[in-house]
């Protein structure tokens, strides 16, 4: 592939390669995730990458018992459930995630960091970013 | 963004409306389900309207081509309803679909492009699985983020604001049940109501099956404890479980729109647009620390007091859009009708019943009247005007005299919020 972008491409680009990259407006200093060309602050597309630890907080999450058919597909529905919801980042973005906790449940407040899991939806593999706990 | 002082270049009068009754209607596609909210809307009309006077139609729909194969909706509908060659546009903003389509309905009029506009909303869900709805609404998410990557669904997304609501302010599941269990009363007064019963009678419907089968029959003592009974209202994603829920819903509902300057040719009783708001926001991971508040609701809301020149202590009663439980505690929050983290705590003390003074959602809201998506908002603009000329029939809110009421349409998980305030002339 071509230079990754400050796109969801890239992000995701990153991510097989087991780095989460956020850009950072070199304007205003502020980080974003998934990294984006143009900053809300600024109003300017002046980004440069940014590598976050992967270390952080739950900020919140939920335990889901009907769950989507690729879930499904990987054996998750209401006998066996799994957590996600939002981790806050030592850097400051908050993202979307799955938190993989094992026997130990998730609370909110709980340090946690980055794990990478390599997926398949039908054709489609990807690298997702998970949390486990710190 | 502050409200920035904006007024509508003229004024706009709601004269019709009506909403189909809300369930699973097999045989009704969407263009069937509008053309009877259509009909139905034409007849409340006091002096009548010629159906050649309407100028242009929007038409709010979330996504008929995947629960119906069905894109391009605008014009069969226009068709459907003999409204061609006039203009027809389909507006899209997830489950705020029909309020924006109500809101671009009153610009259309406003600007002097039009005199007398129809607003339609439609939602056709349940010729699909169960799981397919639950994969198509949450498509209306940041759907590489939130769903490919963290596999949260629709109810889960509200789950982590309700998981996060509780933990800020010591709330619990006690208090959803609460509003679950006023929505449905309210609900049985409402007889287009898609569960047009209370719990009460969900309970004893349940009784009855389980005699009729020779199995057990469950004792519960009352609705609290049906509702913590995990078999009865099984976890969807904690802490939300069924009955925290909107449920999947075919219907369509409808409003006629006029300048309110000719309103008198059409009605004695007018009701006029006080505020129309809306707003958009970033998916919940940009949003502040702990996501107990929906920023384009506090926007909007904003917008649109400042548009009527009123406060929230002004409104008289609210439909606002509970998708699932927490959204109307938050909402009643986000309105300014309680502080932040007090909406929870005022719905357990019935300050949000329909005997209130600021009764919120007496016609049953999203989680008993139910859902269809595209339709919702135009069935809260319906009910409001409704109230308002004093027509609700059983559920009026008949203990207070209405003037202002405000409806509040969200669309996925906050990125689309839609502010109305209609007032009694």
């Known amino acids: ?134 | 963004m502050a409200g920035n002082g904006r007024k509508l270049a003229r004024g706009v009068a709601v004269i019709g409306g009506a909403m189909t009754p809300f369930g699973a209607f097999e045989d009704k596609s969407s263009r069937d389900l509008m053309a009877d909210a259509y009909t139905e809307a034409l007849g409340t009309v006091d002096k009548g309207l010629d159906p050649g006077d309407i100028e242009a139609l929007y038409v709010g729909n979330f996504c008929s081509e995947l629960f119906e194969r069905q894109s391009h909706l605008g014009h069969l509908v226009a068709d459907w309803l003999g409204l061609t060659p006039r203009p027809a546009t389909r507006v899209e903003g997830a489950c705020a679909s029909s309020g924006l389509a109500f809101r671009e309905a009153v610009m259309a009029i406003a600007s002097g492009m039009y005199d007398v506009v129809l607003a339609g909303g439609v939602e056709k869900m349940s010729s699909v699985s169960t799981a397919e709805v639950q994969e198509y609404l949450a498509l209306a998410s940041d759907v590489c983020m939130e769903v490919d990557q963290a596999a949260l669904t629709f109810p889960g997304l509200f789950a982590a604001i309700a998981s996060s609501y509780f933990a800020r302010y010591g709330a619990s599941r006690e208090h959803l049940m609460r509003v679950a269990v006023k929505n449905h009363d309210n609900g049985a007064l409402n007889p287009n109501a898609q569960f047009n019963r209370s719990l009460r009678d969900v309970m004893d419907k349940r009784r009855q099956k389980a005699r009729e089968r020779g199995k057990p029959v469950p004792q519960w003592a009352d609705e609290y404890e049906f509702l913590r009974d995990e078999r009865a209202n099984p976890v969807v994603a904690s802490p939300l479980h069924l009955f925290d829920c909107s449920p999947v819903s075919d219907g369509a509902a409808c409003v006629i729109l006029v300048a309110e300057s000719i309103a008198h040719n059409f009605t004695d009783n007018v009701v006029r647009v006080a505020a129309s708001a809306q707003s958009s926001a970033a998916p919940p991971a940009t949003w502040n620390q702990d996501l107990t508040t929906l920023p384009a609701v506090r926007s909007a809301a904003q917008q649109a007091y400042e548009m009527a020149g009123i406060g929230p202590a002004d409104i008289d009663f609210a439909e606002v859009h509970d998708c699932f439980t927490p959204a109307e505690i938050i909402a009643t929050e986000d309105l300014g009708f309680f502080e932040p983290g007090r909406g929870a705590f005022a719905a357990a003390d019935g300050l949000t019943s329909r005997k209130s003074d600021r009764p919120i959602n007496a016609s049953g809201g999203l989680k008993a009247k139910g859902h269809p998506v595209g339709a919702t908002g135009l069935a809260q603009l319906q009910e409001v005007w409704h109230q308002l000329r004093g027509s609700a029939g059983k559920r009026q809110i008949d203990h207070k005299d209405l003037r202002l009421g405000l409806t509040h349409n969200v669309g996925g998980t906050g990125g689309t919020c839609a502010i109305h305030i209609l007032e009694r002339s």
């Open chain 1, 1 to 134: 592939m071509a230079d990754p972008q400050f796109d969801i491409a890239g992000y995701l680009h990153f991510l097989g390669e087991k780095k989460i990259m956020a850009s950072r407006c070199r304007d205003c200093g502020k980080v974003y995730l998934p990294p984006r060309p143009i900053c809300p602050d600024s109003h300017t597309r002046n980004m440069d990458w940014a590598a976050l630890s992967g270390e952080g907080e739950v900020k919140s999450f939920t335990t889901i018992a009907i769950v989507p058919a690729a879930m499904a597909a990987r054996g998750y529905g209401r006998d066996r459930t799994y957590v996600s919801g939002f981790v806050a980042l030592k850097e400051g973005p908050t993202v979307p995630a799955r938190i993989k906790t094992g026997e130990t449940p998730v609370t909110i407040g709980m340090p946690v960091r980055a794990d990478f899991v390599e997926e398949t939806d039908g054709e489609r593999h990807h690298a997702t970013l998970v949390f486990r706990p710190a």
